[in-house]
């Protein structure tokens, strides 16, 4: 496998985390601070990498809370969020995180390492940008034969 098509070299590294005592209403301007959609939640008083809790995303708030015409500051993240959420290895090959994104419906997986800690976040964006790079390459292949051929058979 090469070390290079893994899970890992393609996340985002930097992971914004939530307790789930959190209310919402701070979770979401968290979200819009960090400019993110979701948030991985972890226990009250982490000590370096845990495995995750959950997670909560922006639609999650909307569904559960607005929709709802709930209050957001009286509920905490971890009334709303997703318990168990699907990760994904950051030794794992891409493509079978793609394929657990599909099966899931899911548009981003906490990423954790060999001790299930969380180390990052893929999402679609991060695969969409790895594809984009492999689509570059292969017509970078394709005009580099075509110069090779028009020079070598002139």
């Known amino acids: ?35 993110i959609g979701f948030l991985v939640v972890v226990p009250e008083q982490p000590r370096g990498p845990q495995p995750p809790l959950g997670v909560i995303t922006d639609r999650d708030i909307v569904v559960a809370v607005v929709a709802k015409r709930a209050d957001p500051a009286s509920l905490k993240v ?31 997986l906490p ?15 991060d695969l969409l940008e790895f594809v984009a790079g492999e689509i570059d390459n292969l017509s970078a292949a394709v005009r580099n034969g075509r110069q090779i051929e028009g020079a070598t058979r002139t």
Do not use: F, K, W, Y
């Open 78 to 108: 971890g009334d709303v969020m997703t318990l168990q959420p699907v990760v994904v290895g950051e030794s794992d090959p891409i493509d079978r995180a793609l394929q657990t994104m599909r099966r899931s419906g899911v548009r981003r």
């Open 111 to 125: 990423v954790v390492n060999a001790r299930g800690e969380v180390v990052g976040v893929l999402s679609l964006d």
């Open 1 to 35: 496998e090469d070390p290079i098509m893994n899970v890992g070299n393609i996340c985002n590294r930097r992971v914004i985390t939530a307790s789930p005592l959190l209310d919402v209403q701070a979770a979401a301007e968290l979200m819009r601070e960090e400019h």
